[in-house]
Protein backbone atom coordinates (compact mmCIF):
# COMPACT_ATOMS: atom_id res chain seq x y z
CA UNK A 1 0.00 0.00 0.00
CA UNK A 2 1.88 2.75 -0.91
CA UNK A 3 1.88 6.66 -1.17
CA UNK A 4 1.45 9.72 -2.70
CA UNK A 5 3.56 12.18 -2.33
CA UNK A 6 6.08 11.70 0.83
CA UNK A 7 8.83 8.94 0.16
CA UNK A 8 8.06 6.86 2.13
CA UNK A 9 7.67 3.12 3.31
CA UNK A 10 5.76 0.26 2.54
CA UNK A 11 5.44 -3.09 1.26
CA UNK A 12 3.69 -5.73 0.52
CA UNK A 13 0.47 -7.96 1.46
CA UNK A 14 0.23 -5.51 4.07
CA UNK A 15 -0.15 -1.75 4.95
CA UNK A 16 0.24 1.59 4.06
CA UNK A 17 2.43 4.24 3.05
CA UNK A 18 3.81 7.19 4.62
CA UNK A 19 6.90 9.45 4.29
CA UNK A 20 9.22 7.74 6.20
CA UNK A 21 10.31 10.61 8.57
CA UNK A 22 13.83 10.78 7.95
CA UNK A 23 15.58 11.74 11.40
CA UNK A 24 17.62 14.78 12.32
CA UNK A 25 17.60 17.56 10.35
CA UNK A 26 15.46 16.67 8.22
CA UNK A 27 12.85 15.11 9.47
CA UNK A 28 9.23 14.89 7.73
CA UNK A 29 6.96 13.86 10.47
CA UNK A 30 4.20 11.12 9.00
CA UNK A 31 1.03 11.85 7.65
CA UNK A 32 -1.71 9.13 7.29
CA UNK A 33 -2.77 8.52 3.69
CA UNK A 34 -6.23 9.52 3.97
CA UNK A 35 -8.18 6.69 1.51
CA UNK A 36 -11.63 7.75 2.23
CA UNK A 37 -12.36 10.22 -0.46
CA UNK A 38 -16.35 11.15 -1.20
CA UNK A 39 -15.46 12.49 -4.69
CA UNK A 40 -13.86 9.19 -5.58
CA UNK A 41 -16.52 6.53 -7.08
CA UNK A 42 -14.28 3.80 -5.95
CA UNK A 43 -13.44 4.97 -2.63
CA UNK A 44 -14.01 2.06 0.32
CA UNK A 45 -15.43 2.42 3.56
CA UNK A 46 -12.45 2.46 6.27
CA UNK A 47 -12.73 -0.11 9.43
CA UNK A 48 -10.20 2.06 11.18
CA UNK A 49 -8.92 5.13 11.44
CA UNK A 50 -4.98 3.44 10.35
CA UNK A 51 -5.04 2.35 7.08
CA UNK A 52 -2.77 -0.34 7.87
CA UNK A 53 -5.48 -2.20 10.68
CA UNK A 54 -8.23 -0.88 8.21
CA UNK A 55 -6.15 -3.51 5.02
CA UNK A 56 -5.20 -5.74 7.57
CA UNK A 57 -9.03 -6.13 9.31
CA UNK A 58 -10.77 -6.39 5.30
CA UNK A 59 -7.62 -9.38 5.22
CA UNK A 60 -9.39 -11.16 7.67
CA UNK A 61 -12.96 -10.66 6.22
CA UNK A 62 -11.92 -11.05 2.63
CA UNK A 63 -11.42 -15.03 3.64
CA UNK A 64 -15.30 -15.21 4.23
CA UNK A 65 -16.08 -16.42 0.54
CA UNK A 66 -14.01 -19.59 0.99
CA UNK A 67 -14.48 -20.51 4.56
CA UNK A 68 -11.38 -18.55 6.08
CA UNK A 69 -13.89 -15.90 8.44
CA UNK A 70 -17.49 -15.12 9.21
CA UNK A 71 -18.58 -11.83 8.71
CA UNK A 72 -20.25 -10.38 12.41
CA UNK A 73 -17.73 -11.69 14.46
CA UNK A 74 -14.59 -10.10 12.60
CA UNK A 75 -16.44 -6.79 12.70
CA UNK A 76 -17.25 -7.43 16.48
CA UNK A 77 -13.20 -7.55 16.99
CA UNK A 78 -12.99 -4.85 15.02
CA UNK A 79 -14.63 -2.81 16.99
CA UNK A 80 -12.23 -3.87 19.93
CA UNK A 81 -8.87 -2.49 18.04
CA UNK A 82 -7.64 1.09 19.05
CA UNK A 83 -6.11 2.46 16.20
CA UNK A 84 -2.16 2.04 16.19
CA UNK A 85 -2.09 -0.02 19.26
CA UNK A 86 -0.39 -3.53 18.33
CA UNK A 87 -1.96 -5.35 21.55
CA UNK A 88 -5.38 -4.18 20.44
CA UNK A 89 -5.03 -5.69 17.61
CA UNK A 90 -3.75 -8.97 19.34
CA UNK A 91 -5.58 -8.94 21.94
CA UNK A 92 -9.03 -8.83 19.89
CA UNK A 93 -8.24 -11.21 17.58
CA UNK A 94 -6.70 -13.55 19.64
CA UNK A 95 -9.94 -13.25 22.06
CA UNK A 96 -12.26 -14.50 18.73
CA UNK A 97 -9.95 -17.13 18.03
CA UNK A 98 -10.55 -19.20 21.60
CA UNK A 99 -13.77 -18.25 21.32
CA UNK A 100 -14.15 -19.79 17.71
CA UNK A 101 -11.61 -22.71 19.05
CA UNK A 102 -14.09 -23.53 21.72
CA UNK A 103 -17.28 -23.46 19.20
CA UNK A 104 -15.43 -25.82 16.87
CA UNK A 105 -14.31 -28.15 20.01
CA UNK A 106 -17.48 -28.75 20.79
CA UNK A 107 -18.54 -29.63 17.50
CA UNK A 108 -18.29 -33.79 16.82
CA UNK A 109 -16.79 -33.65 13.49
CA UNK A 110 -17.54 -37.54 12.82
CA UNK A 111 -21.20 -36.06 12.89
CA UNK A 112 -20.83 -33.20 11.55
CA UNK A 113 -17.97 -32.79 9.85
CA UNK A 114 -19.16 -29.58 7.82
CA UNK A 115 -19.63 -27.28 10.70
CA UNK A 116 -16.61 -28.74 12.23
CA UNK A 117 -14.00 -27.69 8.94
CA UNK A 118 -15.93 -24.42 8.57
CA UNK A 119 -15.16 -24.02 12.89
CA UNK A 120 -11.46 -25.12 12.43
CA UNK A 121 -10.71 -22.84 9.37
CA UNK A 122 -11.86 -19.52 10.79
CA UNK A 123 -10.10 -20.35 14.35
CA UNK A 124 -7.37 -20.77 12.40
CA UNK A 125 -7.05 -17.60 10.44
CA UNK A 126 -8.06 -15.56 14.04
CA UNK A 127 -5.22 -16.87 15.49
CA UNK A 128 -2.84 -15.83 12.71
CA UNK A 129 -4.22 -12.16 12.65
CA UNK A 130 -3.24 -12.08 16.37
CA UNK A 131 0.09 -12.70 15.67
CA UNK A 132 0.09 -10.36 12.19
CA UNK A 133 1.77 -7.23 14.26
CA UNK A 134 3.90 -9.34 16.62
CA UNK A 135 7.27 -9.73 15.11
CA UNK A 136 8.88 -6.47 16.63
CA UNK A 137 10.72 -8.86 19.65
CA UNK A 138 11.80 -12.26 18.27
CA UNK A 139 11.46 -13.30 21.55
CA UNK A 140 7.48 -13.08 22.08
CA UNK A 141 6.62 -16.07 22.80
CA UNK A 142 3.16 -15.60 21.04
CA UNK A 143 5.08 -15.82 17.68
CA UNK A 144 4.85 -19.52 18.00
CA UNK A 145 2.26 -19.94 20.47
CA UNK A 146 -0.27 -18.63 17.94
CA UNK A 147 1.12 -20.17 14.70
CA UNK A 148 1.44 -23.69 16.87
CA UNK A 149 -2.73 -23.23 17.35
CA UNK A 150 -3.17 -22.13 13.84
CA UNK A 151 -1.40 -24.87 12.39
CA UNK A 152 -3.30 -27.32 14.69
CA UNK A 153 -6.83 -26.30 14.16
CA UNK A 154 -5.94 -25.50 9.96
CA UNK A 155 -4.88 -29.12 9.99
CA UNK A 156 -7.90 -30.24 11.42
CA UNK A 157 -10.17 -27.99 8.82
CA UNK A 158 -7.88 -29.80 5.78
CA UNK A 159 -8.39 -33.03 7.14
CA UNK A 160 -12.56 -32.65 6.76
CA UNK A 161 -12.74 -31.63 3.36
CA UNK A 162 -14.06 -33.36 0.72
CA UNK A 163 -11.20 -34.66 -0.67
CA UNK A 164 -8.80 -34.04 2.47
CA UNK A 165 -5.75 -31.96 1.98
CA UNK A 166 -2.18 -33.89 2.15
CA UNK A 167 0.70 -32.05 4.29
CA UNK A 168 4.12 -33.28 2.33
CA UNK A 169 7.57 -32.15 3.18
CA UNK A 170 10.13 -31.37 -0.29
CA UNK A 171 13.42 -31.10 -0.08
CA UNK A 172 15.36 -27.91 -0.58
CA UNK A 173 18.91 -27.05 -0.97
CA UNK A 174 19.59 -26.70 2.64
CA UNK A 175 15.90 -26.02 3.71
CA UNK A 176 12.61 -28.22 3.44
CA UNK A 177 9.62 -26.56 2.01
CA UNK A 178 6.26 -27.34 3.74
CA UNK A 179 3.56 -28.02 0.96
CA UNK A 180 -0.17 -28.42 0.63
CA UNK A 181 -1.53 -30.77 -2.36
CA UNK A 182 -5.34 -30.01 -2.64
CA UNK A 183 -7.20 -32.51 -4.89
CA UNK A 184 -9.34 -31.07 -7.23
CA UNK A 185 -11.87 -34.80 -6.86
CA UNK A 186 -11.94 -34.53 -10.54
CA UNK A 187 -11.31 -37.85 -12.39
CA UNK A 188 -7.96 -38.10 -14.05
CA UNK A 189 -4.65 -35.86 -13.95
CA UNK A 190 -5.60 -32.15 -13.99
CA UNK A 191 -4.45 -28.98 -14.17
CA UNK A 192 -2.33 -27.89 -11.19
CA UNK A 193 -1.94 -24.02 -9.60
CA UNK A 194 0.99 -24.14 -7.60
CA UNK A 195 0.45 -21.00 -5.10
CA UNK A 196 3.13 -19.33 -2.95
CA UNK A 197 2.79 -15.82 -1.32
CA UNK A 198 4.78 -13.09 -0.20
CA UNK A 199 6.31 -11.09 2.89
CA UNK A 200 3.58 -11.63 5.38
CA UNK A 201 1.45 -14.34 4.29
CA UNK A 202 0.96 -18.27 5.03
CA UNK A 203 -0.26 -20.49 2.85
CA UNK A 204 -2.80 -21.75 4.94
CA UNK A 205 -4.20 -18.58 3.97
CA UNK A 206 -3.95 -19.21 0.00
CA UNK A 207 -6.29 -21.98 0.38
CA UNK A 208 -9.01 -19.14 0.96
CA UNK A 209 -7.60 -16.30 -1.43
CA UNK A 210 -7.95 -18.25 -4.50
CA UNK A 211 -7.15 -21.93 -3.71
CA UNK A 212 -10.64 -23.00 -2.90
CA UNK A 213 -12.18 -21.37 -6.06
CA UNK A 214 -9.85 -22.97 -7.95
CA UNK A 215 -10.35 -26.47 -6.49
CA UNK A 216 -13.85 -25.82 -7.31
CA UNK A 217 -13.12 -25.27 -11.51
CA UNK A 218 -11.18 -28.52 -11.11
CA UNK A 219 -7.93 -27.90 -11.24
CA UNK A 220 -5.38 -28.69 -8.43
CA UNK A 221 -4.07 -26.50 -5.70
CA UNK A 222 -0.40 -27.11 -4.23
CA UNK A 223 0.44 -24.26 -1.77
CA UNK A 224 4.27 -23.40 -0.79
CA UNK A 225 6.41 -21.95 1.59
CA UNK A 226 9.81 -21.26 1.09
CA UNK A 227 12.51 -19.53 3.53
CA UNK A 228 11.44 -16.18 5.45
CA UNK A 229 7.86 -17.53 4.84
CA UNK A 230 6.05 -18.17 8.48
CA UNK A 231 6.25 -21.62 8.67
CA UNK A 232 9.85 -21.88 7.25
CA UNK A 233 11.23 -19.05 9.42
CA UNK A 234 9.59 -20.35 12.70
CA UNK A 235 10.78 -23.74 12.35
CA UNK A 236 13.23 -23.60 10.52
CA UNK A 237 14.98 -20.29 11.78
CA UNK A 238 15.82 -19.44 8.22
CA UNK A 239 15.11 -15.79 6.22
CA UNK A 240 14.14 -15.05 2.34
CA UNK A 241 16.38 -16.03 -0.09
CA UNK A 242 16.61 -14.40 -3.77
CA UNK A 243 16.86 -17.86 -5.62
CA UNK A 244 13.10 -18.55 -5.53
CA UNK A 245 13.83 -21.17 -7.99
CA UNK A 246 15.54 -22.93 -5.70
CA UNK A 247 12.00 -23.15 -3.59
CA UNK A 248 9.92 -23.65 -6.72
CA UNK A 249 11.46 -26.16 -8.70
CA UNK A 250 11.49 -28.91 -5.89
CA UNK A 251 7.39 -28.32 -5.77
CA UNK A 252 7.52 -29.02 -9.86
CA UNK A 253 9.19 -32.12 -9.22
CA UNK A 254 6.81 -33.27 -6.65
CA UNK A 255 3.83 -32.04 -8.68
CA UNK A 256 4.96 -34.03 -12.12
CA UNK A 257 5.50 -37.08 -9.84
CA UNK A 258 1.76 -37.22 -9.19
CA UNK A 259 -0.68 -39.10 -11.59
CA UNK A 260 -3.50 -37.18 -10.82
CA UNK A 261 -1.52 -33.50 -12.04
CA UNK A 262 -0.95 -33.23 -15.84
CA UNK A 263 2.49 -32.13 -15.49
CA UNK A 264 1.94 -29.76 -19.12
CA UNK A 265 -0.39 -27.90 -17.26
CA UNK A 266 1.31 -26.48 -14.18
CA UNK A 267 0.82 -22.62 -13.35
CA UNK A 268 2.87 -21.01 -10.66
CA UNK A 269 1.08 -18.25 -9.01
CA UNK A 270 2.70 -15.48 -6.14
CA UNK A 271 0.80 -13.34 -4.41
CA UNK A 272 1.78 -9.84 -3.00
CA UNK A 273 5.89 -10.23 -2.80
CA UNK A 274 5.17 -13.56 -4.09
CA UNK A 275 4.28 -11.38 -7.68
CA UNK A 276 8.16 -11.05 -7.80
CA UNK A 277 9.14 -14.33 -6.68
CA UNK A 278 6.79 -16.18 -8.55
CA UNK A 279 8.56 -14.45 -12.06
CA UNK A 280 12.04 -14.39 -10.59
CA UNK A 281 11.57 -18.46 -10.35
CA UNK A 282 9.98 -18.79 -13.55
CA UNK A 283 13.29 -17.10 -15.40
CA UNK A 284 14.70 -20.54 -14.13
CA UNK A 285 12.07 -23.24 -13.89
CA UNK A 286 10.96 -23.54 -17.57
CA UNK A 287 8.65 -26.55 -16.99
CA UNK A 288 5.74 -24.05 -16.03
CA UNK A 289 2.94 -23.52 -18.72
CA UNK A 290 2.11 -20.17 -17.01
CA UNK A 291 2.87 -18.08 -14.31
CA UNK A 292 0.20 -15.49 -12.27
CA UNK A 293 1.67 -12.05 -10.46
CA UNK A 294 -0.85 -11.46 -8.09
CA UNK A 295 -0.02 -8.51 -8.38
CA UNK A 296 2.86 -7.94 -10.64
CA UNK A 297 6.58 -6.43 -9.42
CA UNK A 298 9.23 -6.17 -11.30
CA UNK A 299 11.80 -4.91 -8.61
CA UNK A 300 10.85 -5.03 -5.11
CA UNK A 301 14.74 -3.55 -4.65
CA UNK A 302 14.14 -0.23 -6.15
CA UNK A 303 10.39 0.04 -4.41
CA UNK A 304 11.80 -0.21 -0.64
CA UNK A 305 15.06 2.22 -1.80
CA UNK A 306 12.39 4.58 -3.73
CA UNK A 307 10.46 4.44 0.07
CA UNK A 308 13.20 4.93 2.01
CA UNK A 309 13.91 7.93 0.00
CA UNK A 310 16.91 9.40 -1.66
CA UNK A 311 18.97 10.53 2.11
CA UNK A 312 18.68 7.25 3.07
CA UNK A 313 19.90 5.31 -0.37
CA UNK A 314 23.06 7.81 -0.09
CA UNK A 315 24.19 6.76 3.26
CA UNK A 316 23.44 3.32 2.01
CA UNK A 317 25.74 3.26 -0.88
CA UNK A 318 28.35 4.72 0.66
CA UNK A 319 28.23 1.91 2.84
CA UNK A 320 27.49 4.09 5.91
CA UNK A 321 25.80 1.04 8.08
CA UNK A 322 26.29 2.98 11.54
CA UNK A 323 24.27 5.86 9.96
CA UNK A 324 21.89 3.75 8.25
CA UNK A 325 21.00 1.90 11.28
CA UNK A 326 20.61 4.30 14.00
CA UNK A 327 18.11 6.74 11.29
CA UNK A 328 16.04 3.32 11.72
CA UNK A 329 16.63 2.53 15.21
CA UNK A 330 16.13 6.20 16.25
CA UNK A 331 12.56 6.03 14.49
CA UNK A 332 11.74 2.46 15.75
CA UNK A 333 12.56 3.55 19.36
CA UNK A 334 9.69 6.78 19.23
CA UNK A 335 6.99 6.22 21.51
CA UNK A 336 4.30 7.31 19.27
CA UNK A 337 3.85 8.94 16.12
CA UNK A 338 5.30 6.34 13.66
CA UNK A 339 2.88 5.17 11.45
CA UNK A 340 1.35 1.51 11.74
CA UNK A 341 2.95 0.70 8.45
CA UNK A 342 6.53 1.94 8.40
CA UNK A 343 7.19 0.01 11.95
CA UNK A 344 5.00 -3.02 10.79
CA UNK A 345 6.87 -2.43 7.88
CA UNK A 346 10.76 -2.25 9.24
CA UNK A 347 10.03 -5.04 12.09
CA UNK A 348 8.76 -7.63 9.65
CA UNK A 349 11.17 -6.86 7.26
CA UNK A 350 14.10 -7.65 9.59
CA UNK A 351 12.02 -10.70 11.15
CA UNK A 352 11.72 -12.23 7.68
CA UNK A 353 14.97 -11.52 5.97
CA UNK A 354 16.47 -12.58 9.77
CA UNK A 355 18.69 -9.44 10.11
CA UNK A 356 18.89 -7.34 13.05
CA UNK A 357 20.48 -4.53 10.88
CA UNK A 358 18.16 -2.22 9.02
CA UNK A 359 21.42 -2.04 6.58
CA UNK A 360 22.15 -5.38 6.21
CA UNK A 361 18.27 -5.90 5.71
CA UNK A 362 18.82 -3.41 3.08
CA UNK A 363 21.53 -5.34 1.36
CA UNK A 364 19.37 -8.18 0.80
CA UNK A 365 16.52 -6.27 -0.89
CA UNK A 366 18.37 -5.13 -2.75
CA UNK A 367 18.95 -8.19 -4.60
CA UNK A 368 15.37 -8.79 -5.60
CA UNK A 369 15.37 -7.04 -9.27
CA UNK A 370 14.23 -9.00 -12.08
CA UNK A 371 16.87 -6.77 -14.25
CA UNK A 372 19.11 -9.98 -16.18
CA UNK A 373 16.57 -12.23 -15.93
CA UNK A 374 13.47 -11.15 -16.84
CA UNK A 375 14.15 -11.99 -20.66
CA UNK A 376 14.66 -15.44 -19.95
CA UNK A 377 10.83 -15.73 -18.70
CA UNK A 378 9.39 -17.74 -21.46
CA UNK A 379 6.08 -18.51 -19.67
CA UNK A 380 3.07 -16.80 -20.37
CA UNK A 381 2.14 -14.52 -17.19
CA UNK A 382 -0.77 -13.22 -16.04
CA UNK A 383 0.03 -9.59 -14.60
CA UNK A 384 -1.93 -9.14 -12.06
CA UNK A 385 -2.45 -4.59 -11.05
CA UNK A 386 -4.66 -2.78 -8.64
CA UNK A 387 -6.00 0.22 -9.29
CA UNK A 388 -5.26 1.42 -5.67
CA UNK A 389 -2.18 0.09 -5.17
CA UNK A 390 -0.47 1.48 -2.20
CA UNK A 391 2.45 -0.56 -2.04
CA UNK A 392 3.91 -1.32 -5.33
CA UNK A 393 2.01 1.42 -7.70
CA UNK A 394 3.40 0.98 -11.41
CA UNK A 395 5.43 -2.59 -10.65
CA UNK A 396 2.44 -4.30 -12.71
CA UNK A 397 2.89 -2.03 -15.69
CA UNK A 398 6.73 -2.26 -15.71
CA UNK A 399 6.64 -6.14 -15.43
CA UNK A 400 4.35 -6.40 -18.30
CA UNK A 401 6.46 -3.97 -20.39
CA UNK A 402 9.16 -5.87 -20.05
CA UNK A 403 7.27 -9.26 -20.44
CA UNK A 404 5.80 -7.90 -23.48
CA UNK A 405 4.02 -10.77 -25.63
CA UNK A 406 4.24 -12.86 -23.20
CA UNK A 407 2.33 -10.65 -20.61
CA UNK A 408 -1.73 -10.61 -19.74
CA UNK A 409 -1.97 -7.08 -17.98
CA UNK A 410 -5.19 -6.79 -16.38
CA UNK A 411 -6.05 -3.79 -13.95
CA UNK A 412 -8.46 -4.62 -11.32
CA UNK A 413 -10.65 -1.65 -10.48
CA UNK A 414 -11.64 0.38 -7.45
CA UNK A 415 -15.59 0.44 -8.20
CA UNK A 416 -15.53 -3.09 -8.52
CA UNK A 417 -13.75 -3.34 -5.24
CA UNK A 418 -10.83 -4.82 -6.12
CA UNK A 419 -8.67 -1.73 -6.73
CA UNK A 420 -6.75 -2.64 -3.29
CA UNK A 421 -3.34 -4.47 -2.95
CA UNK A 422 -3.82 -8.06 -4.43
CA UNK A 423 -7.93 -7.00 -4.92
CA UNK A 424 -7.56 -7.35 -0.97
CA UNK A 425 -11.39 -8.21 -0.70
CA UNK A 426 -12.61 -9.11 -4.03
CA UNK A 427 -11.12 -13.02 -4.00
CA UNK A 428 -14.74 -13.94 -6.29
CA UNK A 429 -14.16 -11.36 -9.08
CA UNK A 430 -10.28 -11.96 -9.09
CA UNK A 431 -10.76 -15.37 -9.09
CA UNK A 432 -13.10 -15.12 -11.91
CA UNK A 433 -10.52 -13.39 -13.69
CA UNK A 434 -7.28 -15.27 -13.19
CA UNK A 435 -8.92 -18.51 -13.08
CA UNK A 436 -10.48 -18.67 -16.49
CA UNK A 437 -7.12 -16.80 -18.12
CA UNK A 438 -5.60 -20.11 -17.10
CA UNK A 439 -8.26 -22.39 -18.02
CA UNK A 440 -8.35 -20.37 -21.33
CA UNK A 441 -4.55 -21.38 -21.46
CA UNK A 442 -4.04 -24.92 -20.57
CA UNK A 443 -7.30 -25.81 -22.59
CA UNK A 444 -6.21 -24.50 -25.91
CA UNK A 445 -2.35 -25.82 -25.21
C1 LIG B 1 -10.55 12.13 -4.67
O1 LIG B 1 -10.95 11.43 -5.82
C2 LIG B 1 -10.96 12.24 -7.01
C3 LIG B 1 -11.58 11.42 -8.13
O2 LIG B 1 -10.92 10.19 -8.26
C4 LIG B 1 -9.52 12.66 -7.29
O3 LIG B 1 -9.48 13.48 -8.44
C5 LIG B 1 -8.98 13.44 -6.12
O4 LIG B 1 -7.63 13.75 -6.32
C6 LIG B 1 -9.12 12.64 -4.82
N1 LIG B 1 -8.77 13.46 -3.70
C7 LIG B 1 -7.91 13.05 -2.78
C8 LIG B 1 -7.67 13.98 -1.66
O5 LIG B 1 -7.34 11.97 -2.85
C1 LIG C 1 16.14 -11.98 22.63
O1 LIG C 1 16.89 -12.87 23.42
C2 LIG C 1 18.28 -12.88 23.14
C3 LIG C 1 18.94 -13.98 23.93
O2 LIG C 1 18.31 -14.12 25.19
C4 LIG C 1 18.84 -11.50 23.44
O3 LIG C 1 20.22 -11.47 23.13
C5 LIG C 1 18.12 -10.47 22.59
O4 LIG C 1 18.56 -9.18 22.89
C6 LIG C 1 16.62 -10.57 22.81
N1 LIG C 1 15.98 -9.69 21.85
C7 LIG C 1 15.00 -8.88 22.16
C8 LIG C 1 14.43 -8.04 21.05
O5 LIG C 1 14.55 -8.78 23.28
C1 LIG D 1 28.00 8.29 8.19
O1 LIG D 1 27.00 9.28 8.18
C2 LIG D 1 27.05 10.12 9.33
C3 LIG D 1 25.81 11.00 9.29
O2 LIG D 1 25.70 11.62 8.04
C4 LIG D 1 28.37 10.91 9.30
O3 LIG D 1 28.45 11.73 10.45
C5 LIG D 1 29.52 9.91 9.32
O4 LIG D 1 30.75 10.61 9.19
C6 LIG D 1 29.37 8.93 8.17
N1 LIG D 1 30.36 7.90 8.34
C7 LIG D 1 31.13 7.52 7.33
C8 LIG D 1 32.11 6.44 7.64
O5 LIG D 1 31.04 8.01 6.22
C1 LIG E 1 19.39 -16.55 -19.78
O1 LIG E 1 19.48 -17.03 -21.11
C2 LIG E 1 20.75 -16.79 -21.68
C3 LIG E 1 20.70 -17.15 -23.15
O2 LIG E 1 19.71 -18.08 -23.43
C4 LIG E 1 21.78 -17.60 -20.94
O3 LIG E 1 23.05 -17.38 -21.49
C5 LIG E 1 21.77 -17.14 -19.50
O4 LIG E 1 22.64 -17.93 -18.72
C6 LIG E 1 20.39 -17.24 -18.91
N1 LIG E 1 20.37 -16.59 -17.64
C7 LIG E 1 19.85 -17.17 -16.60
C8 LIG E 1 19.85 -16.33 -15.38
O5 LIG E 1 19.38 -18.29 -16.61
Redesign the pocket.
Known sequence: MKSIGVPLFFLTYSSLVFGLPHVGKNVRMPQPVKRSNDSDPGSMLQLSSDGDFHFEILRALALAPYQGSDVGEVLVAADHIIAGDFESYYNAFYSLADRVHNQASAIDPSRYPVSARNAYFREATYYRSADFFLHGNWNDSRINMLWDKQLAAYDKAISLLPVPGERITLQGKGFQIPAIFFGSGQPGHRPTILMCTGYDGSQEELYHIIGEAALQRGINVITFEGPGQPTVRRQQNIGFIPEWEEVVSPVVDYAISRSDVDGKKLGLLGLSFGGYLAPRAAAFEHRLAAVIAFDGLYSFGQVIFDEFGPEMEA?YR?G?S??FDANIFALLAQPTGVPTSVRWGIEQGLWSFKETSPFAWATQVDKYRLDGVVQNITTPVFVADAQNDMFFKGQGKILADKLGDLATYHVFESIDGAGEHCSLGASVLSGQVILDWFQDLVSSS
Do not use: P, R, T
Request: aromatic share 0%; charged share 0%; no cysteine.
Open positions: LANSA
